[in-house]
């Protein structure tokens, strides 16, 4: 993360930045994201860690199989799922 942010780019992808990380690093990372984003940084994050999405997010994509199924806030997205598919996955269930 240091290395890409020491370029500047005006996007960054991050593909789960704390996984398998203990909490106490989690959660350094987790606020040096929000900085970059405090600075302008466009953070675009894979992750299945629902906490982090719901502490982090704006936004929430939510892909199946492939597909895109939900684009919305994240406040509307966790509040209520639109697709039966994201509804299961945030209830905890495994979503085939």
Do not use: K, N, Y
């Given at each position: 993360?240091?290395?890409?942010?020491?370029?500047?780019?005006?996007?960054?992808?991050?593909?789960?930045?704390?996984?398998?990380?203990?909490?106490?690093?989690?959660?350094?990372?987790?606020?040096m994201l929000a900085a970059l984003r405090g600075e302008?940084?466009?953070?675009?994050?894979?992750?299945?860690?629902?906490?982090?999405?719901?502490r982090l997010a704006d936004r929430v994509l939510f892909?199946?199989?492939?597909?895109?199924?939900?684009?919305?806030?994240?406040?509307?997205?966790?509040?209520?799922?639109?697709?039966?598919?994201?509804?299961?996955?945030?209830?905890?269930?495994?979503?085939?």
């Amino acid at each position: 993360i240091a290395r890409a942010w020491s370029l500047r780019p005006e996007v960054l992808f991050l593909d789960e930045p704390t996984s398998q990380l203990d909490p106490g690093a989690t959660r350094q990372i987790e606020e040096m994201l929000a900085a970059l984003r405090g600075e302008g940084m466009t953070l675009v994050m894979a992750t299945h860690d629902m906490g982090q999405a719901r502490r982090l997010a704006d936004r929430v994509l939510f892909l199946h199989r492939g597909r895109l199924v939900e684009d919305a806030e994240a406040r509307t997205f966790f509040a209520g799922p639109a697709s039966p598919e994201a509804r299961a996955f945030i209830a905890g269930d495994l979503v085939w």
